[in-house]
């Protein structure tokens, strides 16, 4: 889990044993089951990625808690919803596989949980009929899954939905965005 330039800085701080021990107790390549409960508890996460040639992006993924899904203990599945039309990270995926997916809990239980393992982005996947408003599909094989520590995350109450997250059988609500002149003669047809 950890290469040379992570070993010289814990040697650096004396954080080495510790960081082994954390790696020992906490570290996993297999969902739990307390791992899929939190998972599909939450509306988002963070997505870091990175291009062939290692430019990283980091992207905020949101929907309904449950979008994101663990569906075996080696695999999470998450949809992609309709954007802006960059597809940084998708398109990153594709090129270099490697990703690193945050999730965050606030409120008066903080909690973090980090997963890093490979992804593929997929448009034939029977998992995408079931997910409202999904265009693809990506699925993540684990290598590690960790808990970390929650300290620094702050509280939030009364966090509301997006109005934007998908809902079966409802039309899809557009930004305000897509309609600015300087956007509305190249939205893609499907949306106009």
Not at 65 to 81: E, H, I, N, S
Request: negative net charge; glycine residues 8%; aromatic residues 10%.
């Amino acid at each position: 889990m950890y290469h040379e330039g992570n070993r010289r800085l814990q040697d650096a701080f004396g954080s080495r044993a510790l960081a082994d021990r954390l790696e020992e107790r906490l570290r996993r390549d297999r969902f739990t089951d307390d791992d899929a409960a939190f998972i599909q508890a939450q509306g988002f996460f963070f997505l870091a990625t990175a291009d062939a040639d290692g430019h990283p992006d980091c992207s905020f993924k949101g929907g309904a808690p449950g979008f994101a899904r663990v569906v075996a203990p080696d695999l999470l599945a998450f949809p992609d919803y309709d954007g802006n039309g960059m597809f940084k990270s998708l398109g990153n995926i594709t090129v270099n596989p490697w990703v690193g997916l945050l999730f965050i809990a606030m409120g008066e239980k903080p909690q973090r949980l980090r997963v890093n393992g490979r992804a593929q982005v997929v448009s034939d996947d029977p998992l995408l009929a079931d997910m409202s408003g999904g265009q693809l599909l990506i699925r993540v094989t684990p290598v590690d899954i960790f808990p970390n520590c929650p300290r620094y995350v702050p509280t939030a109450q009364g966090l509301e939905p997006s109005a934007y997250i998908p809902k079966a059988e409802t039309p899809p609500v557009e930004p305000v965005w897509k309609s600015f002149g300087s956007f509305a003669d190249v939205v893609p047809p499907r949306r106009r």
